[in-house]
């Protein structure tokens, strides 16, 4: 009985312990430079994507507010020490109006995709990994959801739709939970990361060749941590 009550003192001290060396990175990702005109999506050619929206729908490569403030940036840690596993929940990405939902998201290698098809017209599911296996597949109006997942990990690369053209999502596949997506103001939360020095990322799909890379340390209190992109300047 003593050994017991031994062990577990030593795995609450242990967890304690990883707790309290443990801190958040949070921050800011924002745009420097005019923004580009937002570009219409032509969905006339199907009925039933046409249809679903009231009113234009616009590109979503570029989602940025009258503060320069960027939604939808991909920030993650490389080369992370972790041994939890993959979640038991599943990641959800839907297809609706002709949209995919989310249209940048993170999964960790080893979860469950559920992939739905909440219009009623058929998609096709096609992804375009590096590293990842390939998977290519219809879903009629009448197929309403079906299951995938990657293996490795793997810098963000996009999913498409062949029926319609500009059908596309991009996905980061992390083998650690240290990652985030920007909200409509450019914030983003990375919680519970590990003490130690950490080569940061951060993504945006316009910039996805000039990702910006930097380095942070975490310590038990959290790390504020900007990125901002600038436009390109004129040669």
Known sequence: MNIFKSILTFLILFCFLNDANAGDIKGKVKYDGKPPKKRPLRMDADPVCGSSHSGKVFSESFKVNSKGEL?????????????????????????????????????????????????????????IPKKNKEFNFAMPKVVKQKKSKFDKAEDPFYIKCDVHPWMKTWV????????????????????????????????????????????????????????????PKKK
């Open 71 to 127: 939604a939808e940036c991909i920030v993650y840690l490389r080369d992370v020490k972790y041994s939890g596993g993959a979640p038991k929940t599943s990641v959800e990405l839907d297809q609706k109006g002709c949209i995919y939902t989310p249209h940048v998201f993170g999964i960790q290698a080893g979860q469950e995709l559920l992939i739905k098809n909440s219009d009623a017209t058929l998609h096709n599911i096609h992804s």
């Open 172 to 231: 980061l596949v992390s083998d650690h939970p240290y990652y985030a997506v920007t909200d409509e103001n450019g914030n983003y939360e990375i919680k519970g990361v590990p003490a130690g020095t950490y080569e940061v990322v951060c993504w945006q799909e316009k910039f996805k060749k000039k990702a910006i890379v930097d380095k942070v340390t975490v310590g038990s209190d959290a790390v504020v941590k900007d990125f901002t992109f600038s436009r």
